[in-house]
């Protein structure tokens, strides 16, 4: 099979919902990641051939799941073009505890957005250099500055950090790493205080995606910061 094979993490809604439908019109296969199996198959039967398109219920967090995945989609369709980390959570925190959730809350969300990454790009890499595919990461505006008692936006700042690394690691071997960092964007669950803020609609981060991608292969896009008129 010649067609490229794009595999998006966090897949069910938001940003990688958003993206798979833009894939799907650029004509990639998909493999759609995410935790509710259900929510997967309703996407995947609104984008088309189902030969095309294949709903995986996985956790990012758990290494044999995901790589198990990685060697199955090789097996299937012999390739894996682009991997989209995608994956997150967000709680509100604060250190001196005066609002947000519990500390026990918190270690599902640094998972999901460090441990989750990272795992993502151990499982992927191997194929991504065979086919000089392309790596991109989900950061955030947030991981570009202080949050006063945001755990969130420190996990952000890993993600920033690991882009980097991952981006330096695969120097010469045709892969390629975008890390994009989206401002605030409309995937239901901001907090209150922000609801009234200008705001992105997933599909503005998903252009981004497809952007970097279909650069010629001698252009690497490092990273794409991209945040809603009218906000600093």
Same mark, same amino acid.
């Given at each position: 099979?010649?067609?490229?094979?794009?595999?998006?993490?966090?897949?069910?809604?938001?940003?990688?919902?958003?993206?798979?439908?833009?894939?799907?019109? %650029?004509?990639?296969?998909?493999?759609?990641?995410?935790?509710?199996?259900?929510?997967?198959?309703?996407?995947?039967?609104?984008?088309?051939?189902?030969?095309?398109?294949?709903?995986?219920?996985?956790?990012?967090?758990?290494?044999?799941?995901?790589?198990?995945?990685?060697?199955?989609?090789?097996?299937?369709?012999?390739?894996?073009?682009?991997?989209?980390?995608?994956?997150?959570?967000?709680?509100?925190?604060?250190?001196?505890?005066?609002?947000?959730?519990?500390?026990?809350?918190?270690?599902?969300?640094?998972?999901?957005?460090?441990?989750?990454? %990272?795992?993502?790009?151990?499982?992927?890499?191997? %194929?991504?250099?065979?086919?000089?595919?392309?790596?991109?990461?989900?950061?955030?505006?947030?991981?570009?500055?202080?949050?006063?008692?945001?755990?969130?936006?420190?996990?952000?700042?890993?993600?920033?950090?690991?882009?980097?690394?991952?981006?330096?690691?695969?120097?010469?071997?045709?892969?390629?790493?975008?890390?994009?960092?989206?401002?605030?964007?409309?995937?239901?669950?901001?907090?209150?205080?922000?609801?009234?803020?200008?705001?992105?609609?997933?599909?503005?981060? %998903?252009?981004?995606?497809?952007?970097?991608?279909?650069?010629?292969?001698?252009?690497?896009?490092?990273?794409?910061?991209?945040?809603?008129?009218?906000?600093?």
């Amino acid at each position: 099979m010649t067609d490229r094979v794009f595999l998006i993490t966090g897949a069910s809604r938001g940003i990688g919902a958003a993206t798979a439908r833009l894939a799907a019109e %650029a004509g990639y296969r998909l493999v759609l990641v995410a935790r509710d199996e259900s929510r997967l198959t309703g996407l995947a039967a609104q984008l088309g051939d189902p030969g095309r398109v294949w709903p995986a219920a996985c956790d990012v967090t758990e290494w044999t799941q995901l790589s198990g995945l990685v060697d199955r989609v090789q097996d299937k369709w012999g390739r894996l073009d682009v991997v989209f980390a995608n994956a997150g959570a967000s709680v509100v925190t604060s250190f001196l505890g005066h609002r947000g959730a519990p500390p026990q809350e918190w270690r599902d969300m640094v998972l999901a957005n460090v441990y989750g990454p %990272a795992l993502t790009a151990r499982a992927a890499l191997p %194929a991504l250099v065979a086919s000089g595919g392309h790596l991109v990461l989900t950061g955030s505006a947030a991981g570009r500055g202080v949050r006063p008692g945001n755990l969130y936006s420190a996990t952000k700042w890993a993600v920033t950090g690991l882009a980097q690394n991952i981006r330096a690691e695969c120097a010469g071997t045709g892969v390629r790493v975008t890390l994009v960092q989206p401002g605030l964007v409309d995937t239901g669950g901001i907090p209150a205080e922000r609801a009234g803020d200008p705001k992105l609609d997933p599909a503005d981060i %998903a252009r981004a995606v497809l952007y970097a991608v279909g650069q010629p292969a001698t252009v690497d896009v490092n990273e794409i910061l991209v945040r809603p008129a009218g906000l600093l």
